[in-house]
Nanobody
Framework: VQLQAFGGGLVQAGGSPRLSCAAS????????VGWYRQAPGKQRELVAS???????TYADSVKGRFTISRDKAKNTAYLQMNSLEPEDTAVYYC???????????WGQGTLVTVSS
């Protein structure tokens, strides 16, 4: 299983980048998928997740600004980020949990730096 996250970079505050997570070896639409982030000096935290049945959850800090989605045909998950703030600066990781067996898989992380 491989998860490849990309789409990060240097963004100005207020910007709206979209992160992508391309998967192989696992069908994202059949499993739970999430985006996590880890800011310097902080623990990794859940940003958004989408369950196999489609239900979504968001961290309070990103509700109304971020949207998680999946493209079944491309086997890719996305995190649309709007109204970015400097506090959103972090390495963002995509995650998938296989429902059968409960195995966890992580992408390599993509750095998002928000300048004020």
């Amino acid at each position: 299983v491989q998860l490849q996250a990309f789409g990060g970079g240097l963004v100005q505050a207020g910007g709206s980048p979209r992160l992508s997570c391309a998967a192989s070896g696992i069908i994202l639409s059949f499993n739970d998928v999430g985006w996590y982030r880890q800011a310097p000096g902080k623990q990794r935290e859940l940003v958004a997740s989408v369950a196999s049945y489609g239900g979504t959850t968001y961290a309070d800090s990103v509700k109304g600004r971020f949207t998680i989605s999946r493209d079944k045909a491309k086997n890719t998950a996305y995190l649309q980020m709007n109204s970015l703030e400097p506090e959103d600066t972090a390495v963002y990781y995509c995650h998938a949990r296989r429902l059968s067996g409960g195995s966890d898989y992580w992408g390599q992380g993509t750095l998002v730096t928000v300048s004020s």
